[in-house]
Nanobody
Framework: QVRLVESGGGLVQPGGSLRLSCTVS????????MGWFRQAPGKQRELVAM???????NYDESVKGRFSISRDSGQNMVFLQMNSLKPEDTAVYYC???????????WGQGTQVTVSS
């Protein structure tokens, strides 16, 4: 059974940085396109960044130039480096893996990111 576990969330001041990590177990990460989503209170879950199994990346316009997604096949992990954080980045951040051989997807439990002074 594939499992995703996020870590690295927390409270940070505006302008600060955080690095989120997602550990994949139960399958090689190479079998998945990986993404980070977020959901703020009262809002729908939205895609923040994604990285394909081949390493192509895509970002929501709101985070371009501030966030960076990467993956490490050796550690079976995906990361989200978040810089220049803004209060509107406050949300629960979820790691997602979409299996490249079909339509299956798996979610992590989420990690809270709060940007506040």
């Amino acid at each position: 059974q594939v499992r995703l576990v996020e870590s690295g969330g927390g409270l940070v001041q505006p302008g600060g940085s955080l690095r989120l990590s997602c550990t994949v177990s139960g399958s090689p990460i190479s079998a998945f396109d990986m993404g980070w989503f977020r959901q703020a209170p009262g809002k729908q879950r939205e895609l923040v960044a994604m990285i394909t199994s081949g390493g192509r990346t895509n970002y929501d316009e709101s985070v371009k130039g501030r966030f960076s997604i990467s993956r490490d096949s050796g550690q079976n992990m995906v990361f989200l480096q978040m810089n220049s954080l803004k209060p509107e980045d406050t949300a629960v951040y979820y790691c997602n893996g979409k299996w490249i051989y079909g339509t299956s997807a798996v979610w992590g439990q989420g990690t809270q990111v709060t940007v506040s002074s």
